[in-house]
């Protein structure tokens, strides 16, 4: 095999040229965009030829029918990997495969894994000689729950995907392309310079289509942000949506149709693929989300709820739309859309939808759009009520344009409220409430004239330790646009007769005023206060979802003991989480945590009663914390700062413990003969004091990598105190050497 560096005449650089990269979740850099043109030719696959008058035959059939997903590709299986295709070079410190994918004349190529079982230090980078496009950084984070990857399509017809190892690594990872797309047709991108033909007079929909952003959507502006088009293989294969849960906590469900499921761990799912005008048929935006895990589905009212495989990040400003399954029919009807693949569209019913069934399924029926239509690629859509929340999703009809206008057929949507008692409850009302309607999350969307909300503040956050007299305050906001002069608020403390106040005063619109109540003694175990609002300015609330509130925490009102976790992180804290149990209760946990961390410690403070409690950490790689990417380990400190249970991290998947709160030191901080000594705080700050008895001895200090740091004598009575404000944050092996007995070892963490 030719070293890249061996005939610099035939290297081509790129990195001159102005490379973009799309926004498919990743981690961060850039491919090498240095190829050796010669070897590369040598080793490139080509994919067959198409059709396109067979293909265009085929598609103005199937373009019409809404069931049908809105092709924009050819779908090539193939069997490529390290092992038969591409070539290796070694480059500075790291081996590296590529392998170049030629479609001729294609408007875009995707690649999809069936394998991607990268290791740790390895990464993997898709990109476009003629586009100036890439897709990655991906690593072994990226991997999905069944061992492969869908990767985003790349604009023009030469991509090359470009793997990473360091030289180190013995084996390569478990490589293997399994599928290639052929786009024939665009998606994602509509450029001026293509046919008219090609992306229609709206890009792929019809006319009479209206954008999202059109003066008509400019009171959907919040919903919109939820919605997605899902695209599988070569196909524009349906839209979604994301959905709240009672729970305000952003878990990415995502509402579609059951007849849309294929396989949501290998589809993409496209955020914000709009134009920013009403009249551009260019969407710049390419914000993904690949993978996810179907939850519940039900052909009864055609829906389906996925678990997105990452939550969307913050770059994609994405909204958890709000729900409604009352029922209840609403005064109109909006759609928001990806027609045939297309852009981001809204459509609009000005009358009220009729609940009826058809095919066997329970839905919305819409007898005709005012303005806008669906197509093909629609379906699964959401359909919004007069207030902003979904009440169903796309099933089929017959609605389409007609040349500049729509023609006037039906369209109908699954029932939400059939979903709910399908199974979706489980999910979007997690807490078992019962509430039958809810807002969106992070961004409401109904506005009301009269609405108080009330929260409440100061409650203890996880476990409280030992009895205590406890204030909590309630927060009465007006979430109405009207002033808010009076209302009633009811409260009540674990179980007691319930206090009613009569608040009045003047809040304007999102202006908020505390209100404290009486202190009160926790009782042992779980500790529950509510409280609820109503009647604001002498009227019944317009809006319900927000009017009651509670808090629980659990206590332990006895004598209890504060024990310290400490955990030292490797690289890839993202990767673990903890708990501490009792009885099947989980009392304590936390994780995951921050990347690229090596050496941070994680110290938790825990309260306990005087019993037995086991801890159990987990690594969701399976490499624990030690020690191929960083010296991770954790410890359990007693009330006195002493190691009682202790590992150097080197775990798989898991490891537990039992431990109890009298349990004797272990080794590290075990009392040489005769010898009591203290060494405290541990943590430590700013100083660190030790105390030891009348002996003759040595004590050292060293680092992790062995270096000494302080080294003292004992002779007679030692108690001395070191300043350890400079030291750097981290773990320190504290040695205590006797002349006539067995050296003992502590274990010591710096903090600032």
């Known amino acids: 095999m030719r070293n890249i560096y061996a005939t610099a005449a035939v290297l081509l650089s790129i990195a001159s040229i102005s490379f973009s990269a799309s926004s498919q979740i990743n981690y961060g850099g850039s491919p090498s965009f240095i190829v050796n043109q010669e070897t590369l030719s040598e080793t490139r696959v080509v994919m067959p030829a198409i059709s396109r008058e067979i293909l265009d035959q085929e598609d103005a059939i199937t373009d019409q029918i809404k069931e049908v997903p809105w092709r924009f590709g050819v779908e090539n299986e193939v069997n490529f990997s ?128 209206i954008n999202v952003n059109c003066p008509e959507g400019a009171t959907w502006a919040t919903e919109k942000r939820s919605v997605a088009l899902i695209v599988q293989g070569g196909s524009a294969a349906c839209t979604g949506a994301l959905i709240n849960n009672t729970l305000n906590d952003g878990t990415p469900y995502f509402l579609t149709a059951n007849h849309c499921l294929g396989n949501p761990g290998a589809w993409l799912y496209y955020f914000n693929h709009e134009s920013a005008t009403c009249n551009g048929n260019t969407g710049p935006t390419n914000q993904s989300v690949s993978g996810g895990t179907l939850l519940v589905s039900n052909a009864a009212s055609d829906y389906a709820i996925i678990e997105l495989s990452a939550i969307p990040p913050a770059s994609f400003n994405v909204q958890y739309a709000g729900w409604d399954a009352s029922g209840d029919t609403p005064l109109n009807a909006t759609g928001i859309h990806h027609p045939s693949g297309d852009l981001k569209k809204i459509c609009f019913e000005e009358d009220s939808p009729y609940a009826t069934n058809a095919g066997g399924a329970a839905v919305w029926m819409i007898d005709a759009w005012e303005l806008g239509v669906t197509e093909p690629g629609s379906s699964g859509s959401p359909l919004f009520d007069n207030n902003h929340r979904i ?91 009207e002033t808010l002069t009076s209302c009633n608020i009811l409260y009540n403390v674990n179980g007691t007769s319930a206090q009613q106040l009569s608040w009045s005063g003047s809040l304007a619109q999102y202006e908020s005023e505390t209100i404290s ?54 690289d890839y804290g993202s990767e673990i989480t903890w708990e501490v149990v009792q009885l099947g209760s989980v009392l304590y946990s936390g994780g995951p945590y921050s990347d690229d961390v090596d050496g941070e410690i994680i110290v ?58 009298n349990d004797e030191p272990t080794g590290m901080n075990a009392t040489a003969p005769n010898a009591e000594g203290r060494v405290y705080p541990n943590p430590a700050n700013e100083s660190l004091t030790l105390e030891f008895p009348s002996m003759e001895g040595q004590i050292a200090i060293t680092d992790l990598e062995g270096r000494t740091i302080a080294r003292l004598s004992l002779a007679g009575e030692l108690s001395h105190t070191l300043d350890v404000s400079s030291w750097p944050e981290g773990m320190y092996l504290l040695t205590i050497s006797y002349p006539d007995a067995e050296s003992m070892t502590r274990r010591i963490t710096i903090i600032h």
């Open 604 to 661: 938790e403070t825990l309260c306990l009663q005087e019993g037995c409690y086991i801890f159990k950490i987990e690594d969701s790689y399976g490499d624990g914390l030690c020690c191929e990417y960083g010296l991770g380990s954790w410890e359990i400190l007693n009330d006195d700062g002493l190691t009682i249970e202790y590992s150097n991290g080197e775990f798989e998947d898991s490891e537990s413990v039992q431990f109890c709160t």
């Open 517 to 570: 109540i009486p202190t009160f003694d926790a009782v042992g175990g779980e500790n529950t206060v509510t409280a609820e609002v109503s009647n604001p300015n002498g009227i019944s609330d317009e809006n319900e979802l927000n009017n009651e509130s509670f808090v629980t925490f659990s206590s332990f009102t006895g004598e209890t003991l504060d024990l310290e976790l400490a955990i030292t992180l490797d």
């Open 82 to 209: 390290p092992i038969n295709s591409g070539y290796w070079t070694t480059e500075e410190d790291e081996k590296v495969w590529r392998l170049e994918i030629v479609c001729a004349d294609a408007t875009s190529v995707s690649v999809r894994f069936s394998e991607f079982g990268l290791e740790k230090g390895a990464y993997l980078f898709i990109w476009s000689k003629n586009s100036q496009e890439f897709i990655g950084k991906f690593d072994h984070r990226s991997k999905k729950d069944w061992g492969g990857l869908a990767t985003g399509v790349v604009t023009g017809s030469n991509v090359i995907v470009e793997y990473h190892q360091p030289l180190a690594m013995g084996t390569t990872a478990p490589i293997l392309i399994d599928q290639i797309v052929y786009g024939y047709r665009s998606l994602l991108l509509h450029p001026e310079s293509q046919a008219a033909v090609e992306r229609g007079p709206f890009g792929n929909s019809g006319a009479c289509n």
């Open 391 to 481: 009440i169903g999703q796309l099933y089929g009809g017959s609605a389409a344009c007609n040349g500049n206008v729509n023609n006037g057929q039906l369209d109908y949507y699954g029932r939400m409220n059939e979903s709910f008692i399908l199974g979706a409850s489980e999910y979007l009302d997690p807490t078992g409430s019962g509430i039958l309607a809810w807002d969106g999350y992070p961004d409401g969307a109904v506005s009301y004239a009269n609405d108080a909300g009330i929260s409440i503040e100061g409650a203890p956050d996880g476990l409280l330790c030992g009895a205590a007299s406890i204030s909590i305050e309630l927060v009465l906001m007006n979430t109405g646009t």
